[in-house]
């Protein structure tokens, strides 16, 4: 009886396949693996940047209401009495009603006082104005608002001058400590609104709030009927 053996090199054939087989899988595994992984990072990344974003935004919000707070206390100053820690004295007529000191808002916005005669309000529009044109002064600078994005030209910038147009920073006139940890102070822009014997005295106070980034800001408004006035 004759043994017939096979060759050795067949048996080691016949498992080559199903090593192909597990190669591709474990490589399609290990694909999806570092799919997930840089998708989970990237979402991470995005997460961390939208929760960065959101607490500018909050800052600069806290910001703005500083602002128009201390908007509302330089109106209530009397006139020509200098504040402890205050850069500047408040021009306005003393021992009289704030519609005494109307002369004093303008077209310029001088220490951030502003006056526009009532047919600007309806004519403007902001998306067609630009820098050089007459508009709200609450406007981005861009279309012509009022704000003086000039900062070295106010209290607390290089000039340290009190004879200054546009908004005015925080604590300029009240002596309030300026915020920690913003990119700039706040600001404010009082509008002098109305002359009228039957509608009394209201002022429009807009306030502009700066975030970690000077790019992040928050506009803020509020209306204020002095109490000798209402």
Known sequence: MKLH???????????????????????????????????????ALFGEGMARNQLDLEVARQAAEAALRDAERDLRLVAGTPQPGAACPRNRVPDEPLSKSRFLFNEQCAQGQCFLDKTLYAERTWKKDSKNDKAEPWWPSANGGLWND?????????????????????GTYTGVAQLAGVARQPEYLIEFLSTDANKGVMFRISARGFGYSENTQVLLQSYFVPPEES
């Open 5 to 43: 053996h096979l060759p050795a090199s067949n048996t080691r054939l016949r498992g080559l396949p199903r090593r192909g087989v597990t190669m591709i899988v474990v490589l399609m595994f290990l694909l999806a693996v570092t799919g997930i992984a840089i998708f989970s990072a990237r979402y």
């Open 150 to 170: 000039n900062f070295d030209q106010k209290p607390g910038g290089k000039s340290a001058s009190c004879t200054f147009n546009g908004a005015v920073p925080l």
